[in-house]
């Protein structure tokens, strides 16, 4: 199980992410990074 900040994957925020595998690590971190635009988006 690997841990890895939101900030370690080039983010913003703080938020931590545990996976098994680099593919689980990326896609938890894209969907993540989807919910983070949604909410820029919704102060513009
Ligand atoms: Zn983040």
Redesign the pocket.
Known sequence: MKTMS??QLG?????TFSANTFEEMASLSKE??KE?FKKIMLHI
């Open positions: 939101c900030k983010g913003a925020c703080d938020q993540h990074g983070m």
